[in-house]
């Protein structure tokens, strides 16, 4: 039983995509998307539900999805009328279904009274004359047998369930034979797709096609629609194709001979038939295509069986539309219509098990691991050659440079692999909306943009934190009451957007409501309530916004479960900022406050600069860079007894000797011997970090410290330097942070506890 | 007495879950040669390519319906006389009806049983060895 076990993980897999395509297509329908297609994915979302948890015996989620789909069924053949607010009620029962679902995988429980009070909502719909209300139904319908009981009962499944006379067809094989023999079995349709190595070894494909004659009569179709125009032709390319029809009695072999001497120098495709199997396809499709059910069968003139022209069939990998076969003339229109559209979709979202592979996750990190591994033997190879001196402009070197190019181009693609778009994370969101607005009484509708942004996998299993943190507190604080709405004009539904796109290099999640946006009065005033700041400060409106991100600071009067979950904005600013992100806040009054979250791509690779500090190598996240510089004596500032600023422009930053802080030094050289690097930490803070040179930019491969070694203060990762020496990355907040701490007067102790 | 293991089948059933199930069943049976399709155009695809003797479909599918296959392999000579079993639930009593009229062999309500299904593929081609 064993193989059942597995079946069953297979289920719960496919539920979850089940249950998604639910929300999809009710969301859909809840913005006024009221086709059939919609609706009917939808009816078989849970149709199947229902099916597969029939299979495993799976009571409580059969009949509840029985009743789901009993409702679906009645709005799918028009009886109950598709509305808005019907598919508002059929979203909260999705969650219930959703709930059902993880109960029978052993995952938390189902609240039974308000799943039944869920199944007496959708009976109501679909007899709305019968039933009163949803509240007081659940008293009639306790004693109503269950409906439809979903046999378990394997006596129960003989020919007279369905209630009328049925008399099984019965078949022989042999007939079956005999009508195969209908496809010819001398007819081959071979396709050739010569590769430019072909014709450099001095082969010709007007040879193959005369030695394919000799085995019987051919007609060979010359497919040469990937021909480019003259200016863009190279001449040494294979551009055309042939599909060749061949009568043979010989057999495969034989044509397998034909092509023994160009074995591997071209693409070779036999089959046994007619027609490629599109034409044939494309026929049958229009032929049935007609919604007049009975005519289709009688009138089919058995278009198929006329002997196809062969010589005019597609060749299956040409662009070029097919040209359809001339017996069913009337079917050559909407043949490569009909054929088309499926086509796309297919691409789009490969069935299941069909091109679709699955691989352990653990395989392709190995196999991340790697190439990073590749990268870094790249590029001390590289440095190797440097330093024997050979010209760049020698074949030893350009041959370098091209394993670099492919390097690069091998990590893209391998780490392609493991991005994923961020439609995983956001498919749980809706749900999360209604749930937050019904708690807290506001009316939410969520919008969501670019849910096929990819980023790596990494990234992604952090990502469902904090945009859970922002769409509460969207929700929570940023939308107003109903009526506080109604009464500032605005729609009573607030909509929340939640967004998600790349910029510059790295994935930037918004999360944008239409409330009311901070009333930054108030937070100043906790703000120095708290104690958090000084109350003469002086803050731009920004400044104040992100005021909300400081530890220990709450809007809310009294703690609301909603929002926080006993979680600040600090903890999730912090959490954050470990991954390399930063968060923040911008409102405009009576408008509404966006969520800006970035985080980079992957936490599998850093752009960095590598430094010198007091003899050893660093790496600077590119990032956190500004801009470097080397400071000339009139700007550097003494300040207190051992700290100094920079003057950078019109502002003062507080000067760090990275040596000093990471204890490689017990004295700072002066500033102006070495290079100055102006960083900016996540919450916007600025320090010009003193390092004594340059090396230059480098992509690193990010290797953990804590995993091989432990955690170090002032040092986010290490990494493997071209020449094989371990460098460390510096963690830039840290190091601002650590001076800091240390320094005994801070210049100004408002503005550094607002950052 | 045909031999199960000498009859090729077709699964078609856009739930992977059911394919897998159906498959399990079809091999508990004695059956060897078995493929799948996710959806009608797939499975008309695969049986253009290659005949099968027993189609087992769901009916619910997206792109082309079980009825839509079914019609199409009816109309298609070489392919005519394939045994269609159909899949389907309970409260489709309607649809079994329109099938028949199109020439299906046997339904099966689902879920059903490993002896449900033999049985139903035996009142098509006889007892199984």
């Known amino acids: ?755 | 007495m045909p031999q199960a293991s000498s009859i090729s089948v077709l699964v078609v059933d856009d739930q992977l879950t059911m394919r897998a199930l159906i498959r399990n069943a079809l091999q508990q049976i004695g059956f060897k040669d078995v493929r799948e399709a996710p959806d009608g155009e797939e499975a008309l695809k695969s049986l253009l390519a290659k005949p099968a003797n027993l189609v087992i479909s769901d009916f619910n599918m997206p792109k082309m319906d079980g009825l839509a296959l079914l019609r199409a392999v009816r109309s298609h000579p070489p392919i005519r006389q394939t045994a269609f079993v159909m899949l389907t639930g309970r409260a489709d009593r309607e649809l079994v009806q329109r099938a028949v009229q199109f020439g299906v062999n046997n339904y099966c309500v689902k879920p059903f049983t490993v002896q449900g299904l033999k049985e139903k593929i035996e009142q098509v081609f006889g007892q199984l060895t």
């Open chain 1, 1 to 755: 039983m064993d193989e059942l076990e597995a079946i069953k993980v297979t289920f719960f897999q496919e539920c979850e995509e089940l249950l998604a395509d639910l929300e999809g297509g009710l969301l859909a329908m809840q913005e006024g998307v009221g086709d059939i297609e919609t609706v009917n994915a939808v009816f078989r979302a849970v149709h199947s539900i229902k099916g597969g948890a029939g299979a495993f015996g799976l009571e409580p989620l059969v009949r509840f999805a029985h009743v789901f789909e009993t409702l679906l069924d009645a709005v799918r053949s028009g009886e109950v009328p598709n509305t808005v607010d019907l598919a508002a009620v059929m979203l909260r029962a999705s969650d219930v279904l959703a709930d059902h679902v993880s109960a029978a995988r052993g995952l938390g429980d189902v609240d039974m009274a308000a799943s039944a009070a869920m199944a007496d909502e959708l009976k109501a719909w679909t007899d709305p004359s019968a039933a009163p209300p949803p509240a007081a139904v659940a008293a009639e319908t306790v004693d109503a047998p269950p409906p439809a009981p979903v046999a378990a009962d394997p006596d129960a499944l003989d020919d007279d369930d369905l209630g009328f006379d049925f008399q099984p067809m019965t078949i022989s094989i042999d007939a079956q034979a005999a009508d195969a023999e209908l496809i010819p079995t001398n007819v081959w349709t071979v396709s050739i797709r010569p590769k430019s190595d072909l014709y450099r070894k001095a082969n010709e494909t007007a040879l193959l096609l005369r030695e394919l004659s000799r085995l019987g009569p051919i007609v060979a179709t010359m497919d040469d629609s990937a021909l480019p125009t003259l200016e863009f032709l190279d001449a040494e390319a294979a551009y055309v194709t042939w599909s060749v029809r061949v009568e043979t009695d010989d057999g495969e072999e034989a044509i397998r001979e034909v092509f023994e001497f160009v074995d591997g120098d071209c693409e070779l495709d036999i089959v046994r038939g007619e027609a490629p199997v599109e034409a044939a396809l494309a026929n049958l499709l229009s032929a049935i295509e007609p919604p007049a059910p009975q005519a289709a069968v009688q009138a089919a003139p058995e278009p198929v069986a006329e002997p196809a022209p062969v010589a005019s069939a597609p060749e299956p990998v040409a662009e070029a539309p097919p040209p359809v076969v001339a017996a069913a003339p009337a079917a050559v229109a909407a043949a490569p219509a009909a054929a088309a559209p499926a086509k796309v979709t297919q691409a789009d979202v490969p069935g299941p098990g069909q091109s679709v592979i699955r691989v352990d996750p653990e395989r392709i990190d190995r196999l991340i691991d790697l190439v990073g591994e590749l990268v870094i033997n790249q590029a001390m190879l590289a440095q190797r050659v440097g330093e024997y001196g050979i010209a760049p402009s020698s074949n030893l070197a350009m041959g370098l440079d091209e394993l670099e190019q492919l390097t690069r181009e091998i990590q893209d693609s391998v780490m392609a692999i493991r991005a994923q778009p961020v439609k995983s994370v956001f498919q749980r969101m809706p749900r999360l909306v209604r749930e937050v607005a019904n708690m807290t009484g506001k009316q939410a509708r969520l919008v969501m943009d670019g849910e096929n942004t990819e980023v790596d996998k990494t990234v992604i299993e952090r990502l469902s934190d904090p945009i859970t943190h922002m769409l509460r507190n969207a929700i929570d604080h940023g939308l107003e009451s109903p009526e506080e709405r109604r009464a500032a004009g605005k729609n009573p539904e607030g909509v929340v957007r939640l967004a998600a796109l790349h910029r510059s290099g790295r994935i930037v999640i918004e999360v944008q409501d239409d409330g009311k946006g901070i009333n930054r009065e108030r937070v100043f005033s906790i703000a120095v309530k708290k104690g958090l700041i000084s109350p003469d400060v002086q803050l731009t409106d920004e400044e104040i916004d992100n005021l909300i991100f400081l530890p220990g600071f709450s809007t809310a009067d009294k703690i609301s479960d909603v929002s926080g979950r006993g979680v600040g904005m600090d903890v999730v600013k912090r959490s954050v900022q470990a991954l390399g992100g930063r968060i923040s806040i911008t409102s405009r009054p009576g408008l509404g406050s966006t969520f800006t979250l970035s985080l980079p791509l992957t936490l599998a690779v850093l752009d960095g600069m590598v430094v010198d500090v007091a003899g050893e190598t660093l790496v600077v996240p590119l990032a956190a860079i500004v801009e470097s510089l080397r400071p000339k004596a009139e700007e550097v500032r003494p300040l207190g007894p051992v700290g100094s600023v920079l003057a950078v422009r019109d502002s003062f930053v507080p000067l760090i000797d990275v040596g000093l802080a990471l204890g490689y030094r017990n004295t700072s050289p002066s500033p102006t011997e070495g290079v100055v690097l102006l960083v900016e930490g996540e919450d916007g803070s600025r320090a010009a970090l003193v390092a004594d040179a340059i090396h230059g930019q480098r992509q690193v491969v990010i290797k953990s410290l804590e995993q091989n070694y432990q955690q170090v203060e002032g040092v986010a990762a290490a990494t493997i330097l071209g020449d094989g020496r371990v460098a460390l990355i510096l963690d830039v907040d840290a190091v601002i942070n650590l001076r800091r701490r240390e320094s005994p007067r801070p210049t100004e102790p408002s503005l550094i506890a607002a950052e």
